[in-house]
C-alpha cells in the first residue's frame, strides 16, 4: 500500500486580492477564497481522501 501525503495552501483572502502580504493574520477569505475551499472539498471526497489536518488560524473568517 502507498501512503500520500497531499499539502493544500488555504485559498484566496482579502489581503490577496489586493495584493498584501498576510503573515499569519487571520484574514477572511475572498467569495473566490470560498469557492475555491468549495471544490477542493469536492475534489477531496471524489478522491477519497482519509482524513485532512489544519492549523490553529484555520477558523472562519
Known sequence: ???RL???RHGETEW???NRYAGIS???LTEKGL???EE????????GV???AC???AGPG
Open 1 to 3: 500500500m502507498t501512503s
Open 6 to 8: 497531499l499539502l493544500v
Open 16 to 18: 490577496h486580492a489586493e
Open 26 to 28: 487571520d484574514v477572511a
Open 35 to 37: 469557492r475555491q475551499a
Open 40 to 47: 477542493l472539498g469536492g475534489w477531496a471526497k471524489r478522491r
Open 50 to 52: 482519509d482524513a485532512v
Open 55 to 57: 492549523s490553529p488560524s
